[in-house]
């Protein structure tokens, strides 16, 4: 007789038959990846035991391409190959990129922008699609199997193109999203799971390029966010920026700075920056190839009175979310920091004095997000557990609607409606015997269209002739739980119908993704060959560094003769940092190993000889 296993809907059958998942935080300075094991939420570490992973890409002429902290080291020496904060670039175009600061030769291409580099013109999409890379391969390898997918977070004021290109990214990965999550929910799912809590909280998220300010219910396990407000152009980047500007001021050829100085000097003023969170003074020092040297002190009363512009553009999104639910900070049970930058002592006194409650900070503000994305795709993956009775609700962040006469915006689905959501509006010709109707979908708070973001255009055609005002055509907008968008156009007596799954005119095309994934795969074998150099080049440089160590310390045990074997042996090893060949490598390697295993033996001799001088055998024993 066969016996059926049953289990509740969205359980795993049995406890070791799980799915895995992942969350993902891709941020602006630095991305994690963390899951559910064994009932617990940890962030998972690199072969270092490091959690973060900075958001650095570097492409190298021999088209090799270093991910993490080995990128992040080159920033400065190689700025235009080497980059960094290109999240803030997602789905932007090449107008709205160049309006900024940032250090690249930005290339106006169709679409997204792109990135000029030694290997060609690189999109931040492709870029992401490196860091996600990174983490998928150490998520892999630390769970021991393949994902069935991973929620990936956003910032919650990510409209629909930087959305897409976040999932154009995943794709190039290779991951499966499960869903897209807004960082600041994210963080409240971990806050609420981990603590209990019941009440309206808020949720300030100030990361490396983004702000993001949401107010949340939580409430007998429902997570329903109330309003979201927030700045895709405001975050830590921004107030290096400000440090770098104050500290040219008073230098009369600041104007003849190239952009490899301007970027030495953001690193610089960064390292100020997080050094003024712990004390009261930071030194800002940089080498550069136009100015010579610069340094100066920077103390934190200095930083404090230079950072009150862009601390005040965050309270004023405090103010309009605040607004949006209907409350003031009196009506709030607590505030959470999340994000890099709110260690900030400037931001957490600011937050402090706007809310009037002392800001929590319980779990770590750089893993918090990825920590709240693991648990939601641990739930999406079927891995429900007892205890598992929550919903999470989010709300759109910008209103979405249709180009009207005249150029107006007229909203379909306003900002802060919860999502999912289906909204309709029905809508006219305008001239008689009209037979077709163009819609333009646009997104954004601003009357004018000019002023909003263009979404999408398609056509309706099959009208009916009739007089005008006669035709009723219906117009349904729907967001699914990733805040992505598609728009049907009905019309009512013929039943003609139209529709669009809004794909931005800043994402990437599904030929150019095909292309990409195209890409990857054909490179996959040199991308094998380049971890295998890296790995290979590690351990060679670990023994190089032992026995020189140990050469220190007994090289009186080798004769002349082994001594020289022992430097020449070295001298090879020594030479390897450039060298491409990982059979060389691992020659070389081997070579110096052989050369020094007899030298090995006799220090475990010496070593053990000193361990035991003047013991007896009962005192061993």
């Excluded at 709110?342 to 918090?368: C, K, N, S, Y």
Aim: proline content about 4%; overall charge negative; hydrophobic content about 45%.
């Amino acid at each position: 007789m066969a016996l059926l296993q049953i289990s509740e809907p969205g359980e795993a059958p049995a406890p070791h038959q799980r799915r895995l998942a992942v969350g993902i935080d891709l941020g602006t300075t630095n991305s994690i990846v963390a899951a559910v094991r064994s009932g617990v939420c940890d962030a998972l570490p690199d072969h270092d035991g490091k959690l973060l992973l900075p958001s650095a890409v570097r492409y190298l002429p021999d088209g090799n391409v270093l991910v993490g902290r080995e990128a992040l080291a080159a920033q400065a020496q190689d700025p235009f190959n080497t980059l960094v904060s290109f999240k803030r670039f997602m789905g932007r175009s090449f107008q709205e990129a160049r309006s900024g600061r940032a250090p690249y030769n930005f290339v106006d291409a169709p679409g997204m922008v792109r990135i000029r580099t030694v290997q060609g013109d690189i999109s931040p999409v492709e870029a992401s699609a490196k860091v996600l890379s990174a983490l998928h391969e150490r998520a892999r390898e630390t769970l021991g199997d393949d994902l069935v997918g991973a929620v990936i977070t956003v910032p919650a004021y990510f409209d629909d193109a930087q959305r897409q290109a976040t999932r154009d990214a995943a794709r190039l990965a290779g991951l499966n999203v499960l869903r897209l999550l807004n960082e600041p929910t994210a963080a409240a799912l971990a806050y609420g799971l981990d603590n209990g809590a019941e009440g309206i909280y808020a949720v300030y998220d100030l990361g490396g390029g983004t702000f993001d300010i949401s107010i949340l219910k939580l409430s007998r396990g429902v997570f329903e966010v109330v309003a979201t407000a927030g700045d895709t152009a405001l975050g830590g980047d921004d107030f290096d920026a400000l440090i770098v500007d104050d500290w040219l001021a008073g230098i009369a050829d600041a104007a003849t700075l190239d952009k490899q100085d301007y970027r030495k000097l953001l690193v610089a003023a960064r390292q100020a920056r997080e050094a003024l969170s712990e004390a009261p003074v930071a030194v800002l020092d940089a080498h550069l190839e136009t100015l010579g040297r610069l340094s100066r002190e920077l103390s934190a009363e200095r930083f404090a009175a230079l950072a009150q512009p862009l601390v005040q553009r965050t309270l004023v999104c405090v103010q309009r979310t605040l607004r949006d639910a209907g409350l003031d900070a009196t009506g709030l049970q607590g505030v959470v920091l999340v994000g890099g930058a709110t260690r900030m002592p400037v931001i957490r006194a600011a937050v402090r004095d706007a809310f009037g409650l002392e800001p929590r900070v319980e779990l770590d503000p750089d893993l918090v997000v990825a920590m709240g994305a693991a648990q939601q795709a641990d739930l999406l993956a079927g891995n429900k557990r007892a205890g598992d009775d929550w919903l999470l609700l989010d709300v759109l962040p910008l209103s979405l609607g249709l180009e009207t006469m005249g150029g107006l915006v007229e909203r379909i689905v306003p900002r802060n409606s919860a999502i999912p959501v289906a909204r309709a509006q029905e809508f006219t010709t305008f001239k008689d015997g009209q037979s077709a109707m163009s819609f333009h979908v646009v997104q954004g708070e601003r009357e004018l269209v000019s002023d909003c973001r263009s979404l999408a255009h398609f056509e309706l055609r099959g009208i009916p002739p009739m007089v005008a005002g006669a035709a009723r055509i219906r117009v349904t907008f729907q967001v699914d739980a990733d805040g992505l968008l598609s728009v049907t156009a009905r019309e009512m007596s013929q039943g003609v119908e139209a529709s669009v799954v809004v794909k931005p005119s800043y994402g990437l095309s599904d030929d150019e993704v095909a292309r990409m994934l195209a890409d990857s795969v054909a490179l996959a074998d040199a991308d094998a060959q380049a971890r295998m150099l890296r790995e290979a080049l590690v351990e060679a440089r670990r023994l190089y560094e032992s026995v020189q160590a140990a050469l220190q310390e007994d090289a009186d045990l080798l004769s002349a003769e082994e001594r020289a074997a022992v430097d020449a042996a070295m001298a090879a090893v020594g030479a390897l940092d450039d060298s491409r060949d990982v059979e060389v490598v691992r020659k070389l390697t081997q070579a110096l190993s052989d050369a020094t295993d007899e030298f090995a033996a006799r220090r475990m001799d010496r070593s053990i000889r000193a361990a035991l001088k003047g013991r007896t055998l009962n005192d061993i024993a």
